[in-house]
């Protein structure tokens, strides 16, 4: 009993000490209130993507409908030019309900659009789309073969051969895992990692957000059920295999997050602080490749949901959020990498 009493008490001062800061007025945003639309044709949205085109635009997709898991949901896409989003467009709709895009941009300015349908995530089918033409136009959907489904929620890491590490996971009945799905030919085939779990605890972690680490290593950071915290793993070899998951001292509510490396060399983590609700939404920095982690801004601290978050630096240096807001609206913001 003395021992379980320690853990806890330490576990409570971690969380009080980790408190954030609240500078959300320093964030710049794109439009007067920094919602990608305002009245759409659909009541609800949800799990955005941000990614920028070799023209230097961005689009962000997400998927939308009358609720999640409804029949209508379809991916939705808008593109930000000269500081203005415009009309909303479907590009993709299956027989089933659809979930997760993930955006990226590949090195010849070809756009690939990854996303899944089922009627609820234990019986997903991935699909992959392509552009040439900066996301004017998409092609025919390529369907993955099955157990693959690419990037689950975060964009790929991109390796210096072009490889594509897709940070996918898998949920089923009383098991959850990720894994990291390996193409070398931009989704034509496929490889997988090992498993990844938490030791003990295989109904534990899904949606990872790949980035590279110190050392030449690659690190992963996890959504966590019943666990309270983020979960990190790392690989040596390129992301072919992986350490077991472990705790970070950052909490986690059983919602998404995300990870990107900044131009400057330090790592930016998206976030909610909190291990039961899915606010505030907060930003935290490492400097030492993931090891550590210091909160910096909150960008949403009202009640409500602000969740599925999606980070890109541009090629001019600033970064792009955009996540969810109470499941009726996609935000975007924009923030300087010095005011972090």
């Not at 305002?38 to 949205?45: D, L």
């Not at 203005?84 to 709709?93: G, I, N, P, S, Y």
């Not at 993930?102 to 019986?123: C, D, M, R, W």
Request: glycine share 8%; net charge positive.
């Amino acid at each position: 009993m003395r021992k379980t009493s320690v853990l806890f008490l330490q576990s409570i001062l971690a969380f009080f000490s980790l408190k954030p800061s609240t500078a959300s007025g320093k964030l710049g945003q794109c439009d007067s209130n920094g919602f990608i639309f305002k009245n759409p044709p659909f009541k609800s949205c949800h799990a955005s993507t941000l990614t920028e085109t070799a023209e230097g635009d961005i689009l962000c997709s997400w998927f939308a409908g009358k609720e999640e898991g409804a029949s209508d949901v379809a991916i939705w896409i808008s593109r930000l030019k000269e500081g203005k989003w415009e009309d909303l467009t479907l590009v993709a709709k299956e027989d089933k309900p659809c979930w997760n895009p993930v955006l990226f941009t590949l090195n010849s300015g070809e756009i690939l659009l990854f996303y899944k349908a089922g009627s609820h995530p234990q019986v997903w089918s991935g699909f992959l789309k392509s552009s040439k033409d900066h996301g004017r136009t998409w092609s025919v959907s390529l369907d993955l073969p099955a157990g693959v489904i690419g990037p689950v929620k975060n964009r790929p890491l991109m390796l210096e051969d072009q490889t594509l590490l897709c940070g996918s996971s898998w949920e089923s009945w009383r098991r959850w895992g990720c894994w990291v799905d390996i193409t070398q030919d931009q989704g034509k085939s496929w490889m997988k990692s090992n498993p990844i779990n938490v030791k003990n605890h295989l109904f534990g972690i899904i949606q990872p957000a790949l980035f590279f680490s110190k050392n030449g290593s690659i690190r992963m950071v996890t959504r966590s059920y019943q666990i309270g915290r983020i979960c990190t793993a790392e690989s040596k070899d390129q992301g072919r295999t992986w350490s077991e998951a472990k705790l970070t001292n950052l909490p986690n509510p059983n919602s998404s997050v995300d990870a990107i490396n900044l131009q400057d060399g330090r790592v930016l983590l998206i976030y909610n602080h909190s291990e039961t609700e899915r606010y505030p939404l907060n930003l935290a920095i490492s400097e030492d490749g993931g090891d550590n982690w210091t909160p910096s801004l909150t960008l949403e601290s009202k009640p409500g949901e602000y969740s599925y978050p999606c980070l890109l630096q541009t090629k001019d240096g600033k970064i792009h959020i955009s996540y969810t807001w109470n499941r009726i609206r996609i935000k975007h913001i924009t923030i300087n990498p010095s005011d972090l």
